[in-house]
Each structure stands twice: as structure tokens, then as C-alpha cells.
T-cell receptor, first 114, second 109 residues
């Protein structure tokens, strides 16, 4: 079992551009959550997907959007990138039955906006 | 306002020196509290789930406890490999997850 895999691992984008990050959940998991983690801070909840729908959302603007596919994999899209969007983006998968707090995390995508 | 506060921010211990990390919270509609370990450059690794006051969970040198307003992560006789950032997270009944900022733990050999 490969666990949660994220791609790419690192990314550099220019302010104003758009970016798509990808996540494959742990085998058997049906829920994917996305987090943003700034240096020295805890992860901040962006949103959660279950059954291909956004089930819950944190305090992030509409520039942040996502998608979940029938195979449970997920994408995070960020439009009109700002310098402040530079962070580690983490994907976490879980079982809806056990709740999203008990999750397996990927290694993250380090996004740098210049 | 929902809040999760971890203390101390950083802790340096000698190998074998036991201590506790604290996670205090104010949140409406708590479903569960979780502890994670995060190594530099990696995603968090799940450690424990606690659902009700009085509950305790143990794993090797770690023990997590929960009261109505806070949780403790006790580390007994730590080793250098226990050095990491320890994160506390809460899951609300509306499915939102709130993480604390973490405690950076450094165990000196």
C-alpha cells in the first residue's frame, strides 16, 4: 500500500498564475481533505471531499477549489496566486465512518509563489 | 470562537527526562481530539484519537489523556528519535478540523 501520494512534490509559480495539485488517497479510504501549512504553523483546513462533493470548507477564498473523482483521488486548484499562498499543501485521506480527524497524510506539495 | 492552543511552543529535554505537552481548547460541538507527530519536511503521522473525558491511549513511550478542556501528551523516558513537532487537532461535529500550532520537541542524547 503506497499510502497517500501527492504530486508534484515541489512547484514554483508566478503571482497571478493558476496551479493544480493532485492527491491519491490511501487504498480503501473514501474521504480526502486538503490543508495549507505555513512554516512554523499547524495545518489549516481548506476543504473536505466525500462522494465527489465538497462536504465542508474552512476559511479560504473561492480562489481555492477542488474536485474528487470516482476513484476517490482529488485535485486542489488555486487561481490568481498570491505571494501569501506559498506554503506546504497537504492532502489527507480518511474513512468517512471514522471521521476526518483520524487521517493519513501525504508528504505534501511545497508551493512557492514568486 | 473555536480555538486550539498548544504549549509549550518548544521543549528541549535530555534523553530519559519525562515531560508533558498540553493542548487546551474551546470549541463548540467537539467530536474528537487527535494527536499527530510531524517530522521536518513530511506530512503529519497519526498517533491517537480521544473521544471522551477520562479516556487514555498509549503507544510505546507516549500516553495521551483527555479532560473536558484540555489534553496532555505524556512522554516517558524519551529518546532522540522522539524529536519532532507534535500536533493536536480537533474534529467538530460539522466535520471541520482545527489544528494547533504544535510543540517542537527536541530530545538531547
Amino acid at each position: 500500500d503506497a499510502g497517500v501520494t501527492q504530486s508534484p512534490t515541489h512547484l514554483i509559480k508566478t503571482r497571478g498564475q493558476q496551479v493544480t495539485l493532485r492527491c491519491s488517497p490511501k487504498s480503501g479510504h473514501d474521504t480526502v481533505s486538503w490543508y495549507q501549512q505555513a512554516l512554523g504553523q499547524g495545518p489549516q483546513f481548506i476543504f473536505q471531499y466525500y462522494e465527489e462533493e465538497e462536504r465542508q470548507r474552512g476559511n479560504f477564498p473561492d480562489r481555492f477549489s477542488g474536485h474528487q473523482f470516482p476513484n476517490y483521488s482529488s485535485e486542489l486548484n488555486v487561481n490568481a496566486l498570491l505571494l501569501g499562498d506559498s506554503a506546504l499543501y497537504l492532502c489527507a485521506s480518511s474513512l468517512a465512518l471514522r471521521g476526518a480527524g483520524e487521517a493519513f497524510f501525504g508528504q505534501g506539495t511545497r508551493l512557492t509563489v514568486v | 470562537e473555536d480555538q486550539v492552543t498548544q504549549s509549550p511552543e518548544a521543549l528541549r529535554l535530555q534523553e530519559g527526562e519525562s515531560s508533558s505537552l498540553n493542548c487546551s481548547y474551546t470549541v463548540s460541538g467537539l467530536r474528537g481530539l487527535f494527536w499527530y507527530r510531524q517530522d521536518p519536511g513530511k506530512g503529519p503521522e497519526f498517533l491517537f484519537t480521544l473521544y471522551s473525558a477520562g479516556e487514555e491511549k498509549e503507544k510505546e513511550r507516549l500516553k495521551a489523556t483527555l479532560t473536558k478542556k484540555e489534553s496532555f501528551l505524556h512522554i516517558t523516558a524519551p529518546k532522540p528519535e522522539d524529536s519532532a513537532t507534535y500536533l493536536c487537532a480537533l474534529e467538530k461535529r460539522d466535520d471541520k478540523i482545527i489544528f494547533g500550532k504544535g510543540t517542537r520537541l527536541h530530545i538531547l542524547p
